[in-house]
């Protein structure tokens, strides 16, 4: 809700636009002043703040109150704050927890449970069969990918990750139906991962998108597992957003690992007693 309302900042009148930054300066004080409160301190009359309300796309003050009381009743700031070059460490380990929780919570307030389902059933059957996985990413979405792959192989899959472009494109023109692939991006934009997901594809295997909406990738997988964060993919080291991929190949294997059942647990019971040994008493 505060992400729309800063979007909507620009399109809107001046005396509206105090009404919208006072919102987003404190939304929880916002949420609970009367309306006589709210226009002394935006210093503008009564029915503008009402205006503000129905031009961000809500019936009224009570309608915009009570989305607002529900957008931050979970305890933490739904709009991304930016580090600045004079913050203190204190301030730093605030917005950086307070980004990632956001992002948290905006996922498991929009994921597409039927998108979810559908990678889960795709990885389960590729695992049934005894068909590749493979995980493509660059970057770090390279390292996401490492990730998945450590995850996914002690479930008895037979998986590779591949960071390399090359090595992407070649790994992909050797699959074939029944087969799976799993492109991790933050921009959706990269050439190489978008010309493997291609070729993947044109080879009969399924592929699995990790990314944001409305990104070329989104477009090019077949299901499309939406990553979508405040996080500009520009940025040239983004916390967020590899984050919220791990947190979905974690939900992913977890659910998948569901789906395998009883058959699993002997194998993961000798896996934890042969690394006993790697440890010290």
């Known amino acids: 809700m505060l992400d729309r309302i800063k979007a909507s900042l620009p399109s809107l009148a001046p005396a509206e636009q105090r009404v919208g ?3 987003l300066q404190d939304p929880r004080a916002f949420a609970n002043l009367p309306v006589t409160e709210l226009a002394d301190r935006a210093h503008v009359s009564k029915p503008t703040v009402v205006r503000f309300c129905r031009s961000v796309g809500y019936d ?28 203190k460490t204190s301030d730093v ?13 905006k996922y498991r307030n929009d994921a597409s449970s039927f998108a979810l389902d559908q990678a889960v059933q795709v990885l389960a059957e590729t695992h049934s069969t005894g068909k590749r996985i493979e995980f ?5 979405s390279g390292i996401v990918a490492q990730d ?34 799993v492109v991790i991006s933050n921009s959706g934009r990269t050439r190489d991962l978008m010309d493997a997901c291609d070729i993947a594809r044109k080879r ?12 070329p990738l989104a477009a090019a ?5 939406t990553a979508d964060h405040p996080e500009s993919y520009d940025r040239y080291s983004p916390m967020v957003s590899r984050l919220l991929h791990l947190l979905i ?3 992913l294997a977890t659910t998948v690992a569901l789906r395998i059942g009883e058959s699993l647990q002997p194998a993961l019971r000798e896996m934890k007693h042969n690394l006993r040994s790697k440890r010290y008493t």
């Open 136 to 140: 493509y990413g660059v970057g770090n």
């Open 221 to 225: 997988g077949q299901i499309h597992l």
């Open 148 to 181: 998945a792959q450590h995850k996914f192989f002690r479930l008895g899959m037979n998986t590779i990750a591949y960071s390399d472009g090359h090595m992407q494109v070649m790994s992909a023109s050797m699959l074939g139906k029944g087969d799976c692939v």
């Open 249 to 251: 190949i974690d939900i």
């Open 60 to 87: 009224g003050l009570s309608d915009f109150k009570l989305k607002l009381a529900g957008s931050v009743s979970e305890g933490v700031p739904f709009i991304h704050r930016s580090v600045d070059a004079d913050d």
């Open 21 to 23: 930054k006072l919102v």
């Open 204 to 215: 009969g295997a399924t592929t699995i998108v990790i990314t944001s909406s409305g990104s």
């Open 93 to 105: 380990t605030v917005k950086v927890i307070d980004n990632t929780v956001a992002a948290f919570l």
